[in-house]
């Protein structure tokens, strides 16, 4: 691989003895790996059905290495969300955060969404997760990855961080910022970072973590803790900007994050900075099995804690409310998930308790979408077949793994199959995939177009 000079001039003035190592690790082949999903399958559950050969991540409890050949993303197990694939150190940040049931958490630049799902695993559904993405385009992958994961209380949002701290302040118990870098350390994994190196100017990319960071203080509660990290090496990006953060406020400390296998420290001394950012952890592709990461961690001391708005509940629809619980008394055989119901045009959803007013903010989805209604009949959305383990349907079509039905209905084919007529949850090995409408002698597909898998 073709490194640009004058990224490797830096690099050898910063490592100095370590450097032809760190140079070597560019030859060598990266890591994969997949991170289980917690919400849908234990971690044990997982191991006895796993069809990959894995090796444990040392610094997250569900974080798995893979061989590059095994195709994770192509078998069934995926398209039923027990998993995600991820960079191995990427899975740091969402695992030091330690997301805890009932939390209010902020995912503050979430796109695609691994450390969303991550963190919506440690919540457990329970608590607020409020996922947002400036970038219009990417927050389309982040709401198909909450659905995909079956995530029931999170609100996406396509937002900056300024409009969202109006109505968010000290509303939050903790803050994650992967904040937008220079990428340096996924040169290994993707050649085009390489490539565009210099593109994204450091001290440009300094201004926006800054920012970002500004706000996030005003929506972190008294006592919260703030998790930062970036994909690179610059140590103005990282350790620099953390210690821009902790002058302009004083009223943060740097938490000690354990150090695991592969974690190396915070260099405090590139910048000339306090030994507190030595609690900061780096990733180095020559120390770690996965690629370059930065993790900070920082609890606020004092706020004076505003208490926030209650979310305004909307007179709701009583006519399409109960379209969607007869729906639920036919198709259900577990009392549905609690939440307030709500209408938005013709979609009702189960949104979150406690959440502060969000007129005015971009909101693209707010909990869990039950479905939607058409010429007064209810639909069922695909997020709630993805939001509830087998056992909570009525009408079930479990197929097994290796057989051929499966990948047609992947596909999107109708399946010429005997049922009961009407709502059918598709599921494989016991985890739902999706909906089908069974007629007679065969189950339409009710499987996403959009999701679909070809060839």
Same mark, same amino acid.
């Given at each position: 691989m073709k490194l640009p000079q004058k990224f490797l001039n830096r690099m050898k003035e910063l490592l100095q003895d370590e450097y032809e190592d760190f140079l070597k690790s560019y030859d060598e082949e990266r890591y994969?790996?997949?991170?289980? =999903?917690?919400?849908?399958?234990?971690?044990?559950? !997982?191991?006895?059905?796993?069809?990959?050969?894995?090796?444990?991540?040392? +610094?997250?409890?569900? &974080? @798995?290495?893979? /061989?590059? &050949? *095994?195709?994770?993303?192509?078998?069934?197990?995926?398209?039923?969300?027990?998993?995600?694939?991820?960079?191995p150190s990427a899975m740091a940040p969402g695992a030091i955060i330690e997301a805890k049931p009932g939390e209010k958490i902020l995912d503050l630049c979430a796109a695609p969404g691994g450390k969303t799902v991550q963190i919506a695993a440690g919540l457990n559904g329970q608590g607020v997760l409020v996922t947002n993405d400036i970038n219009t385009s990417r927050v389309k992958a982040l709401v198909k990855n909450i659905e995909l994961y079956g995530i029931r209380n999170?609100?996406?949002?396509?937002?900056?961080p300024q409009h969202l701290a109006d109505k968010f302040v000290g509303y939050f118990d903790k803050i994650l910022v992967d904040a937008p870098c220079s990428g340096e350390g996924m040169m290994r994994k *993707?050649?085009?970072?390489? /490539?565009? +190196?210099g593109k994204f100017d450091i001290q440009t990319c300094c201004i926006m973590q800054r920012d970002?960071?500004?706000?996030?203080?005003?929506?972190?509660? $008294?006592?919260?803790?703030?998790?930062?990290?970036?994909?690179?090496?610059?140590?103005?990006?990282?350790?620099?900007?953390?210690?821009? !953060?902790?002058?302009?406020?004083? =009223?943060?400390?740097?938490? *000690?994050?354990e150090k695991m296998e592969g974690m190396d420290r915070g260099q405090p001394? +590139?910048?000339?900075?306090?030994?507190?950012?030595?609690?900061?952890?780096? @990733?180095?592709?020559? /120390?770690?099995?996965?690629? &370059?990461?930065?993790?900070?961690?920082?609890? /606020?001391k004092e706020l004076l804690k505003p208490v926030p708005t209650k979310y305004m509940v909307q007179a709701v629809d009583k006519k399409v409310k109960k379209l969607w619980e007869d729906f639920a008394q036919e198709n259900l055989a577990h009392?549905?998930?609690?939440?307030?119901?709500?209408?938005?045009?013709? =979609?009702?959803?189960?949104?979150?308790? $406690?959440?502060?007013?969000?007129?005015?903010?971009?909101?693209?989805?707010?909990?869990?979408?039950?479905?939607?209604?058409?010429?007064?009949?209810?639909?069922p959305s695909q997020a709630l077949a993805m939001a509830l383990p087998m056992q909570h349907f009525k009408n079930i079509l479990n197929l097994d793994v290796q057989s051929q039905e499966v990948f047609k209905y992947l596909k999107g084919e109708t399946l010429m199959i005997e049922g009961k007529k009407g709502w059918t949850a598709v599921c494989v090995d016991g985890y739902p995939l999706g909906w089908g409408k069974q007629g007679d002698g065969m189950l339409k597909n009710g499987y996403p177009k959009a999701w679909r898998k070809m060839g």
């Open positions: 994969y790996g997949l991170r289980v =999903n917690t919400l849908k399958i234990s971690v044990e559950d !997982f191991a006895k059905i796993s069809p990959f050969e894995l090796e444990p991540v040392p +610094w997250t409890k569900d &974080g @798995f290495y893979y /061989k590059e &050949g *095994d195709a994770p993303g192509k078998h069934p197990y995926y398209h039923a969300g027990l998993y995600y694939i991820q960079e999170a609100v996406v949002t396509n937002e900056t *993707d050649e085009h970072a390489a /490539k565009s +190196w970002i960071l500004r706000y996030a203080d005003r929506m972190l509660r $008294d006592g919260g803790v703030l998790c930062y990290s970036t994909c690179t090496f610059s140590p103005e990006e990282n350790e620099g900007s953390i210690e821009w !953060f902790l002058d302009k406020y004083p =009223n943060y400390e740097v938490l *000690d994050i001394h +590139w910048i000339n900075a306090g030994d507190d950012l030595s609690k900061c952890v780096r @990733f180095w592709p020559h /120390k770690a099995k996965g690629e &370059g990461h930065f993790v900070a961690l920082l609890q /606020k009392i549905p998930p609690e939440g307030i119901v709500q209408v938005y045009g013709s =979609n009702i959803y189960l949104i979150p308790e $406690d959440l502060p007013d969000m007129r005015g903010l971009n909101v693209v989805r707010t909990g869990l979408q039950l479905g939607s209604v058409e010429k007064d009949r209810f639909e």
